[in-house]
Each structure stands twice: as C-alpha cells, then as structure tokens.
C-alpha cells in the first residue's frame, strides 16, 4: 500500500476504528498503524454484513430445566439429590458421613443425631 503524504495518527485511528468497529486510542507508530488499517481493510467483511451486539437486555433469558432434580435420599420426609448435600444443608458432622453412607447401602435406612434417612425409590 503506497503511503500517504501528511497522514496523521488521529486520521489513523479514526478510519481503523470506524473499519473495524473497535475503540482503538492510537498505535504505537503511524507505520504500524498504517500496516494494521490494511489488514482490517483486506479481513472484514462489509460494514452492513456487521452485526452489533445486543445488550444484557436486549438478549432473551435462558430457559431453566423443566426436568425437576432426582431425589436420592429423604431425611424426615424432605428429599436431597445426595446424603452429602443432605448433611451440608442440615450442618451435621462430616466425621460419621462414610458410616451414615455405608448403612444406608446395606439397610436402606439409617438414624443420626435425631434424623431419620431413607434411600428414595
């Protein structure tokens, strides 16, 4: 590309910017900006093929899972998707969780500190 005569940093900025679309301050020399208004030239496509980007109120909401979660284990009757889960929400002691865990695999069901688990079908 042949260089043109008086071209200045702001001349630069303002058609790269208005090219690419992008907020660019300026380059770190006019050869360097000259070099990149090039390839900008040659890489994008039309201005109206350019789509502008919707804003967080413009985008529509993602649809939450119609599928309710799979109850594994109810704890007085209330249903957890895991004794984990079930320990953490009701803050009991991680120490006894393998033995709670193991009982409940061999019997079906298992009492701790005042609550009753049961393996959910």
Do not use: D, H, W
């Not at 001349?11 to 208004?37: D, H, P, Q, W």
């Not at 804003?55 to 119609?66: D, G, L, N, Q, Y």
């Amino acid at each position: 590309m042949p260089k043109k005569k008086n071209r200045t940093m702001a001349s630069l900025v303002k058609e790269y910017n208005k090219v690419t679309g992008k907020k660019v301050e300026k380059f770190a020399s006019i050869a360097i900006g000259e070099r990149r208004l090039a390839a900008a030239k040659m890489s994008v496509p039309p201005k109206a093929a350019v789509k502008p980007r919707k804003t967080v109120a413009e985008r529509p909401a993602k649809a939450k899972s119609a599928a309710p979660k799979k109850v594994k284990v109810t704890v007085n009757g209330k249903g957890y998707t895991s004794v984990q889960g079930a320990f953490t929400t009701l803050r009991l002691p991680f120490k006894a969780l393998q033995r709670l865990r193991k009982e409940l695999k061999e019997k079906g069901a298992a009492e701790f500190e005042g609550y009753k688990f049961k393996v959910a079908k």
